[in-house]
T-cell receptor, first 116, second 110 residues
Framework: GAVVSQHPSWVICKSGTSVKIECRSL??????MFWYRQFPKQSLMLMAT?????????EQGVEKDKFLINHASLTLSTLTVTSAHPEDSSFYIC????????????FGPGTRLLVL | RKEVEQDPGPFNVPEGATVAFNCTYS??????FFWYRQDCRKEPKLLMS?????NEDGRFTAQLNRASQYISLLIRDSKLSDSATYLC???????????WGAGTKLIIKP
């Protein structure tokens, strides 16, 4: 149980376009979903936390107008990278928690974004 | 100083050997500790939680030293499949945020 999927797994796009990444909890309802970004040889960096039906909480330094997060249901959160640029190329990973056990995060397989 | 620090490695270890690496954390209020494993181009996967008394799971042993603020991971009888990056993760109880180390790369050689 506790499977999280992400779609797409790979994205290559031109600079200036917007890219939407979906994160779904397949067999459970996720109280909270998290979006991370990981650059090569670096640690995961939390971008934002989203709860169903409310606005996402962004970490310091993350532009909320550039990284739009929508959490429409307890099983789906989306991250849209608007007007993507080459420096946005990264590995984007979502995770989800169940109920109060927020220390246990279930990770999606990640989405690798390459902006040309 | 980074909140969670790890030696990036790589640690090149022959198959069958024992290898250990540490992770230091800066916030003494940290309450929960984890080791995750991340394979190349994949998401991290929980390897084991680290308990105050230390814990073992098969060939893997995790230890916590609160006085010196570090946790360790020991791998015995290493296998080729143990090759991965091992991420140290710290959490403060009541706070959802996980603080991640940059990882230690381990390469097991035949």
């Amino acid at each position: 149980g506790a499977v999280v999927s992400q779609h797409p797994s790979w994205v290559i796009c031109k600079s200036g376009t917007s890219v939407k990444i979906e994160c779904r909890s397949l067999d459970f309802q996720a109280t909270t979903m998290f979006w991370y970004r990981q650059f090569p040889k670096q640690s995961l960096m939390l971008m934002a936390t989203s709860n169903e039906g409310s606005k996402a909480t962004y970490e310091q330094g993350v532009e909320k107008d550039k990284f739009l997060i929508n959490h429409a249901s307890l099983t789906l959160s989306t991250l849209t990278v608007t007007s993507a640029h080459p420096e946005d190329s990264s590995f984007y990973i979502c995770s989800a928690t169940i109920g109060l056990l927020q220390e246990t995060q279930y990770f999606g397989p990640g989405t690798r974004l390459l902006v040309l | 100083r980074k909140e969670v620090e790890q030696d990036p490695g790589p640690f090149n270890v022959p198959e069958g050997a024992t290898v250990a690496f540490n992770c230091t954390y800066s916030n003494s209020a940290s309450q929960s500790f984890f080791w995750y494993r991340q394979d190349c181009r994949k998401e991290p996967k929980l390897l084991m939680s680290v308990y105050s008394s230390g814990n073992e799971d098969g060939r893997f042993t995790a230890q916590l030293n609160r006085a010196s603020q570090y946790i360790s991971l020991l791998i015995r009888d290493s296998k080729l499949s143990d090759s991965a990056t091992y991420l140290c993760v710290v959490n403060m109880r009541g706070n959802y945020q996980l603080i991640w180390g940059a990882g230690t790369k381990l390469i097991i050689k035949p």
